[in-house]
């Protein structure tokens, strides 16, 4: 009985399975309508955004959505060109929601609004600024303008630098026509250290994608994940 164990361990190490999923049965929901249902009262902190499927049940952006739908990229909306109140995914939170941004028990206000499209993209991980993990920030440059909780399928760009630390990937919406580069540059000008180079932007995805696999198999304890204390 305890070799038995010994090999199914390993064979789930090798399998790279993580472990807040390992033993536990995944729900089963679609993952390709996701619909934003929003709780508490808006511009305070009691105020959440989830994403639910097709039967009203809640759905992490973060942990539970996949990566990529059919071989493309899909992001999360987190915060609206042109928003003064910029929203960010709670970890700790069940389900993984999105939230405003505390700034001294009061929601973060911005002097003025976004001038692009920000938000993430699930299953990945990256560190910003004093060691904090959370998943890898996406800035788009479409001129198609979409609501907080939409998660629209993207194409990559290139790179540039997350003002909260490290880089950050720059995407367009798949229905986004592509062939204006003057447009482009004119878009991203927005932007620090950025390097229009797609082979940069998917190895970045590709090691955020790692990063949360790893950090999953041995997980923060303050995290929400898929099968703890469900609401």
């Excluded at 540039?160 to 878009?187: K, M, Y």
Aim: glycine share 8%; aromatic share 6%.
């Amino acid at each position: 009985f305890g070799s038995s164990c010994f090999f199914r361990r390993q064979a789930m190490r090798a399998a790279r399975i993580p472990r807040c999923f390992r033993g536990r049965r995944r729900a089963r929901f679609s993952t390709s309508i996701l619909r934003p249902r929003p709780e508490g009262l808006v511009l305070t902190s009691d105020f959440k955004l989830y994403l639910t499927d097709d039967k009203g049940r809640k759905v992490s952006p973060w942990h539970e959505m996949p990566l990529r739908s059919a071989g493309q990229l899909r992001m999360v909306v987190a915060t609206p060109r042109s928003t003064r109140t910029p929203l960010s995914v709670g970890s700790k939170v069940a389900h993984n929601p999105l939230m405003y941004r505390p700034t001294g028990g009061l929601v973060h206000k911005l002097m003025e609004g976004t001038s692009l499209t920000s938000g993430f993209l699930p299953q990945t991980v990256m560190k910003r600024d004093g060691g904090r993990l959370g998943p890898l920030s996406v800035v788009d440059i479409s001129a198609r303008l979409l609501g907080a909780g939409a998660t629209p399928l993207v194409v990559l760009l290139g790179v540039a630098e997350d003002p909260r630390g490290g880089q950050q990937v720059i995407v367009a919406q798949e229905t986004q026509s592509l062939s204006d580069a003057v447009w482009i540059e004119r878009q991203t000008k927005w932007l620090n250290d950025v390097h229009l180079n797609v082979d940069a932007a998917e190895k970045l995805v590709a090691l955020a994608h790692n990063q949360w696999k790893e950090t999953l198999a041995d997980p923060l304890s303050s995290w929400w994940l898929p099968g703890d204390n469900p609401s």
